[in-house]
């Protein structure tokens, strides 16, 4: 039979929720002892958003290259100034030359994905590493999460989406001028009406499958069965959020590639395949 | 076919320990737990360890493997490389009793906490009425087993001890979730949610429903859903002004 050493009653103070007591917690040095490359996803959504960040700030301050009749990169859509190329969207207003068309309706797309509850997720653990991943400690000594200024911003994030489905009708509409040609004849279609399609489609996608879009279908109710319709929206919605995460990937690739599009078009690097 | 696995204990209780290391044999279709066991009982007889059903769904026997939570009856030897050593600590958030069993009271202390079930009248025939598509998604919460790995793996207090006054961790956060949505309750907890639970605290970066030996969509299904109730509460002037005008139900 063992003998059971004696090595302290084992005793602790319970805890009462209230931190005051101190945290006798297991000694355990490690900053985490998972053996697996936890350090991959992190890298890899750094790697990917620096890559778009880099390549759409470039590209919204070109103030160049983002029409090729008959299609609008997306980044300067809606385009809103006098100082716009392409017939897309009415113009409002004639703003100083040396500012991008695209730097005054960027702030909506940005919006949207900065308080979208999936990137909120990718970007907390990829940047801020508040955590860099399950179990692996973070660097900060303070944590106070989305409680105060300016993370309790995050909580405007249904009004980008109300505004992110306006750009989404805009998006559509261009999509739709792209079945004509160079001459602006209806009835025509190219490799670039395909691309605008995709693009529209995507971000249709993304923003429906939003966390705020199934709360405001029928989320925020506590009867379904009073509310049928409602009820079905919800479940249609639930099902695309399953997807939010890949839609958000997806749609943000969709967006850079039709901006890349255009503007091989727009300097002449390639041109389009027309199908009819 | 049997093999000897090299494990990492980790031994000691509040005041100190450090991770011991045992050679153990391990049969084909065994978990950890089994190996721990064995392990208490061949060579270290006063290892504490909390177990129980050994089958996932009293919640006993949480505890880090390779640094990751999980219920070891649930985590299978054949995860493991044979030549792998697997290293097991206590979970990390709770004050440690002794050896690989945690004090988890924090967790019954919020519990208590949190407003009870509080149904509307019963009907005139004395019964309460609800369908059942009403409460599928508030059921869905009803599987957790309280393993409290959601606890444990919740940064917002796993790396700030002081945060515990604050926060309640996302197990209570979907408690409260369910109440919320719950057709029969009449207490509004959206103010209590964000005040005196911390829903604020939770940046939703998932590692919650990551290990969920239940698999539920902690922070999908609950506590993104109970955000945006607070939201319809506290930040959104549409729909304050909707539940002013009567457009809006007010809980």
């Known amino acids: 039979m063992t003998t059971t050493a004696p090595r ?10 209230n931190g005051g007591h101190p945290p006798r917690r297991a000694t355990i040095a490690a900053r985490t002892l998972r053996t697996d490359r936890w350090w991959l996803q992190p890298l890899l959504t750094v790697v990917a958003l620096v890559a778009f960040i880099v390549y759409s700030t470039v590209r919204a301050f070109q103030n160049a290259y983002y029409f090729s009749e008959p299609y609008i990169s997306p980044f300067y859509s809606p385009c809103i100034t006098t100082a716009c190329e392409g017939d897309t969207f009415p113009e409002w207003f004639t703003g100083p030359a040396w500012i991008s068309p695209a730097i005054y309706i960027l702030v909506v797309p940005l919006g949207f ?16 590493l508040s955590p860099p991943a399950c179990a692996v400690a973070e660097p900060h000594r303070r944590y106070t999460g989305e409680t105060r200024f300016p993370l309790i911003a995050q909580n405007v994030h249904r009004y ?3 505004l992110g489905l306006l750009f989404n009708v805009v998006l559509t509409y261009d999509a739709v001028l792209a079945f004509r040609d160079e001459t602006g004849a209806w009835g025509h279609m190219g490799l670039g009406t395909l691309v605008l399609l ?46 939010h995460m890949q839609f958000a990937w997806i749609s943000l690739a969709g967006v850079a590639f039709a901006d890349l599009y255009v503007l091989l078009l727009a300097t002449g690097t390639i041109s389009d395949l027309r199908f009819f | 076919m049997s093999y000897d696995a090299t494990f990492r204990v980790w031994r000691g209780d509040a005041a100190g320990g450090d991770l011991q290391t045992f050679t153990v044999p391990v049969n084909e279709g065994e978990v950890v737990l089994d190996v721990v066991h064995r392990l208490q009982a061949t060579q270290a007889g006063d290892l504490a360890v909390r177990w129980n059903c050994k089958a996932g769904k ?3 026997c949480s505890a880090e493997v390779n640094g990751r939570p999980r219920l070891m009856c649930m985590t299978r030897m054949s995860t493991f490389g044979e030549d792998e050593t697997v290293t097991i600590t206590p979970l990390r958030t709770f004050p440690v ?17 949190i407003p ?14 609800m369908q059942q598509v009403d409460v599928e998604r508030p059921q869905e919460f009803r599987k ?84 945006e109730r607070v939201v319809d509460r506290r930040y959104d002037p549409l729909t304050w002004l909707g539940s002013k005008i009567g457009r809006r139900p007010r809980r």
């Open chain 1, 113 to 128: 994905r900065l308080t979208c509850y999936y990137y909120r997720k990718a970007y907390y653990r990829s940047f801020w």
């Open chain 2, 97 to 113: 009793v002794r050896d690989l069993v945690t004090d988890v009271s924090f967790n019954y202390d919020k519990a208590a906490q």
């Open chain 2, 144 to 227: 957790c087993i309280e393993c409290w790995l959601c606890q444990d793996t919740c940064h917002v207090i796993r790396d700030h001890e002081d945060n515990k006054r604050a926060f309640a961790g996302p197990r209570f956060l979907i408690r409260l979730a369910e109440l919320d949505m719950h057709p029969l309750d009449v207490v509004d907890r959206k103010h209590a949610a964000q005040d005196e639970f911390g829903l604020g605290y939770c940046n939703i970066t998932k590692c919650c429903s990551e290990v969920c030996p239940e698999g539920i969509h902690l922070t999908d299904n609950g506590i993104i859903p109970l955000k």
């Open chain 1, 198 to 243: 995709a693009n529209a489609a995507l971000l249709w996608l993304y923003s429906l499958s939003c966390h705020s879009c199934r709360h405001i279908v029928g989320g925020r109710l506590n009867s379904f069965s009073r509310h049928p319709l409602r009820y079905r929206f919800w479940t249609v919605v639930s099902r695309l959020n399953t997807r």
């Open chain 2, 58 to 60: 009293c919640g006993s």
């Open chain 1, 8 to 17: 302290g009653t084992g005793a602790v103070t319970p805890g009462n929720g």
């Open chain 1, 160 to 162: 980008f989406f109300y």
């Open chain 2, 116 to 129: 009870p079930f509080t149904p509307r009248a019963r009907d005139a025939d004395g019964n309460h009425r």
